[in-house]
T-cell receptor, first 116, second 114 residues
C-alpha cells in the first residue's frame, strides 16, 4: 500500500523567509505525487503535481517541489514566505484504480504559520 | 467553468437521523470521489464513482454509508442513522478521464451531529 508521511504538523516562519515543508512517500511503483493547500473552511486547491516528467516541479503561488527517488521525498519549498501562505498543506500519493480513476492517499498535513 | 459544487456547506443532524450530501462535479469530469476529513487528520478516501456505477468503495464504512452517482443529477453521499463519530468534513472531488489526473475539490460539507 502507498503511504505519505509529513514531518512536522506545525511549521512557523517569518515573512520573507524560506518555506520548507517535508513529505516522504512509500510506493511500490513509480509514484504520482501532489501537493494541495487548504485554507480555512475551504476545499483543497492543487499546488503542483509530479508525474515523472521532471524532478523539479513548479506550481502556483511561487511554490515548487523536488522529487528525489533516492530519498523517497517530495519536499515543498518557497523562497520567500508571504502572509497569505498561511494555510494547511497536504502531500498526497496517487494510486490507480480500476475504471481509470485514482485514489489519493494523503499525509496528515502541515499547518504553516507566517509571522511578521 | 464552475468548480466542484457541494451542498449544503454545513449540515446539522441529531443522532439517528439521515444525512444527505450532494456533489456536482466539474463540467466534463466523469470521475467522482468522496473523502472524509476527521478533526486533526488528513483526508481519507471513501468511494470512487462514475455515472451509475460504484467503481471502488474500499474506504466506505460497511454499514450506514452509501453513495450514488445517477445518470442525471449530482452524486449523493448518504449516511443513515448518524452517530456522533460521523461528525467530520466530507469532500467531493472530480477528475477528467485519464490515469493520475489531478482531482479538483469542492469546499466540503461540514457535518455536525448533536
Amino acid at each position: 500500500a502507498q503511504s505519505v508521511t509529513q514531518l512536522g504538523s506545525h511549521v512557523s516562519v517569518s515573512e520573507g523567509a524560506l518555506v520548507l515543508l517535508r513529505c516522504n512517500y512509500s510506493s511500490s511503483v513509480p509514484p504520482y505525487l501532489f501537493w494541495y493547500v487548504q485554507y480555512p473552511n475551504q476545499g483543497l486547491q492543487l499546488l503542483l503535481k509530479y508525474t515523472s516528467a521532471a524532478t523539479l516541479v513548479k506550481g502556483i503561488n511561487g511554490f515548487e517541489a523536488e522529487f528525489k527517488k533516492s530519498e523517497t521525498s517530495f519536499h515543498l519549498t518557497k523562497p520567500s514566505a508571504h502572509m497569505s501562505d498561511a494555510a494547511e498543506y497536504f502531500c498526497a500519493v496517487s494510486e490507480g484504480l480500476t475504471g481509470g480513476g485514482n485514489k489519493l492517499t494523503f499525509g496528515t498535513g502541515t499547518q504553516l504559520k507566517v509571522e511578521l | 467553468n464552475a468548480g466542484v459544487m457541494q451542498n449544503p456547506r454545513h449540515l446539522v443532524r441529531r443522532r439517528g437521523q439521515e444525512a444527505r450530501l450532494r456533489c456536482s462535479p466539474m463540467k466534463g469530469h466523469s470521475h467522482v470521489y468522496w473523502y472524509r476529513q476527521l478533526p486533526e487528520e488528513g483526508l481519507k478516501f471513501m468511494v470512487y464513482l462514475q455515472k451509475e456505477n460504484i467503481i471502488d468503495e474500499s474506504g466506505m464504512p460497511k454499514e450506514r454509508f452509501s453513495a450514488e452517482f445517477p445518470k442525471e443529477g449530482p452524486s449523493i453521499l448518504r449516511i443513515q442513522q448518524v452517530v456522533r463519530g460521523d461528525s467530520a468534513a466530507y469532500f467531493c472531488a472530480s477528475s477528467p478521464t485519464g490515469r493520475n489526473q489531478p482531482q479538483h475539490f469542492g469546499d466540503g460539507t461540514r457535518l455536525s451531529i448533536l
